[in-house]
């Protein structure tokens, strides 16, 4: 099956207002407050991913919560920049049902029926008569149903990030007379650090006018993050916000898939490659970055090995400084290769008898070393992408992940975050 074109703006699917504001959170002035409300007479499908770190926070805690008590079922998403609610113990989780409960006495539905995001710093405490504020100002003033209301959200939900992570694709389903209706699938994200393979990245809210049941929407969004965004890595490091959320209104009335049907892997395949789309931003987007590293490994005995060789590739900092300094390496890709573990701690399935690696289209090693052209080589590195392939030669699995280049200005960036 081919993947569907996708087309990295906002567009809104039908079932669904949205919008972005400044309520003060950030001093900046800048937009920190985003929501997603589900206004027909029924909640949204709803399924989520969340981060694997220990130090959870509270949002990300009461979403979990909300999901388990509806089955998978939402009204609105309300998303705070500026400020993770993380680390900051009962009062935090206080401040959060408090925001739950005025989103939720806002728009006249269940508590239960409202998720919650947050980023930004950590150890800090929302301020909740702000919000509550511009939560009002919101609803009444700047929801919409158009590309401007998701894309003033994607806006409202940046903190580091330099641009808006947008991206949008249409497939058709059948109907219960078998017609075929447009369905859309768009995603916007926010994520340039704190990004590392463990669970999702950052944030990331992808809506659909699909219809579909919790359980597949859960298992989709399950493979779908898998593939992408646990693919990805700017720093190494894991937030403890990280949330990804997948919302379907059924507006669009089409049939809900039946699991296992080519309707469902369809409407996999379209939301795989808006995650993949997103996260391949994030990664281009990363703090300081010049350069979008992806790694494609093939020949892998099985998933799991591409899977671990590329992200481990990618999430190299000796590879992620030779990329930025455009010096053709491959040494560095060979040894981040040989390091690469399975999640349960063994090695991968790796000969280098049997291993070839390429760098931005030139073959540089096969078993030994291969001759080639460095200066050519790293010309071709100074670019907005850097392709590197690795065939272990192993077997037939292929995986991708996404990085990019460590730089001065990284480092400049992160020393003075919360100052």
């Given at each position: 099956?081919?993947?569907?074109?996708?087309?990295?703006?906002?567009?809104?699917?039908?079932?669904?207002?949205?919008?972005?504001?400044?309520?003060?959170?950030?001093?900046?002035?800048?937009?920190?407050?985003?929501?997603?409300?589900?206004?027909?007479?029924?909640?949204?499908?709803?399924?989520?991913?969340?981060?694997?770190?220990?130090?959870?926070?509270?949002?990300?805690?009461?979403?979990?919560?909300?999901?388990?008590?509806?089955?998978?079922?939402?009204?609105?998403?309300?998303?705070?920049?500026?400020?993770?609610?993380?680390?900051?113990?009962?009062?935090?989780?206080?401040?959060?049902a408090a925001i739950a409960a005025a989103v939720a006495s806002t728009l006249g539905v269940d508590v239960e029926t409202t998720l919650?995001?947050s980023t930004g710093l950590i150890g800090t405490r929302l301020p909740v008569g702000r919000v509550r504020a511009g939560l009002t100002?919101?609803?009444?003033?700047?929801?919409?149903?158009?590309?401007?209301?998701?894309?003033?959200?994607?806006?409202?939900?940046?903190?580091?990030?330099?641009?808006?992570?947008?991206?949008?694709?249409?497939?058709?389903?059948?109907?219960?007379?078998?017609?075929?209706?447009?369905?859309?699938?768009?995603?916007?994200?926010?994520?340039?650090?704190?990004?590392?393979?463990?669970?999702?990245?950052?944030?990331?809210?992808?809506?659909?006018?699909?219809?579909?049941?919790?359980?597949?929407?859960?298992?989709?969004?399950?493979?779908?993050?898998?593939?992408?965004?646990?693919?990805?890595?700017?720093?190494?490091?894991?937030?403890?916000?990280?949330?990804?959320?997948?919302?379907?209104?059924?507006?669009?009335?089409?049939?809900?898939?039946?699991?296992?049907?080519?309707?469902?892997?369809?409407?996999?395949?379209?939301?795989?490659?808006?995650?993949?789309?997103?996260?391949?931003?994030?990664?281009?987007?990363?703090?300081?970055?010049?350069?979008?590293?992806?790694?494609?490994?093939?020949?892998?005995?099985?998933?799991?090995?591409?899977?671990?060789?590329?992200?481990?590739?990618?999430?190299?900092?000796?590879?992620?400084?030779?990329?930025?300094?455009?010096?053709?390496?491959?040494?560095?890709?060979?040894?981040?290769?040989?390091a690469a573990l399975r999640p349960d701690g063994s090695p991968v399935d790796l000969d280098p008898a049997t291993l070839t690696i390429?760098?931005?289209?030139?073959?540089?090693?096969?078993?030994?070393?291969?001759?080639?052209?460095?200066?050519?080589?790293?010309?071709?590195?100074?670019?907005?992408?850097?392709?590197?392939?690795?065939?272990?030669?192993?077997?037939?699995?292929?995986?991708?992940?996404?990085?990019?280049?460590?730089?001065?200005?990284?480092?400049?960036?992160?020393?003075?975050?919360?100052?």
């Open positions: 099956m081919s993947g569907p074109t996708i087309e990295e703006r906002a567009e809104l699917p039908a079932g669904f207002l949205a919008g972005g504001l400044s309520a003060g959170i950030k001093a900046s002035g800048r937009p920190d407050l985003g929501l997603v409300v589900v206004p027909g007479p029924e909640p949204a499908t709803a399924a989520a991913v969340f981060t694997a770190n220990l130090v959870q926070a509270a949002p990300v805690r009461l979403s979990r919560r909300n999901l388990s008590q509806t089955g998978g079922r939402a009204r609105a998403m309300i998303v705070t920049s500026g400020c993770a609610n993380a680390a900051t113990g009962p009062a935090g989780d206080d401040d959060q919650c995001a100002l919101l609803v009444q003033e700047s929801l919409r149903d158009d590309a401007a209301g998701w894309e003033a959200f994607g806006t409202a939900i940046m903190t580091t990030d330099s641009r808006r992570k947008t991206a949008t694709t249409t497939i058709a389903l059948p109907a219960d007379d078998l017609s075929l209706r447009q369905v859309r699938v768009s995603g916007v994200a926010k994520g340039v650090g704190m990004i590392h393979p463990r669970m999702a990245t950052m944030i990331a809210i992808i809506l659909t006018d699909a219809a579909a049941s919790p359980a597949l929407l859960a298992a989709l969004l399950r493979e779908a993050s898998a593939a992408t965004f646990e693919q990805t890595s700017v720093d190494g490091d894991t937030s403890t916000n990280d949330t990804v959320v997948v919302l379907a209104s059924g507006a669009s009335d089409a049939e809900p898939p039946r699991p296992g049907s080519s309707e469902a892997a369809q409407l996999g395949v379209a939301l795989t490659a808006v995650c993949r789309s997103l996260a391949r931003q994030q990664a281009a987007d990363g703090e300081g970055a010049t350069t979008l590293i992806t790694c494609v490994v093939t020949g892998a005995t099985d998933l799991i090995d591409a899977r671990a060789v590329s992200r481990a590739v990618v999430r190299s900092n000796l590879l992620k400084a030779a990329v930025h300094g455009r010096d053709p390496n491959w040494g560095r890709v060979a040894a981040a290769a040989g390429g760098l931005a289209g030139s073959a540089v090693f096969s078993g030994l070393p291969l001759p080639f052209d460095a200066a050519a080589v790293s010309a071709a590195m100074d670019a907005p992408e850097l392709l590197i392939e690795v065939d272990l030669g192993r077997g037939s699995a292929t995986a991708e992940a996404f990085g990019c280049d460590l730089t001065e200005a990284y480092v400049l960036e992160n020393s003075a975050y919360s100052t």
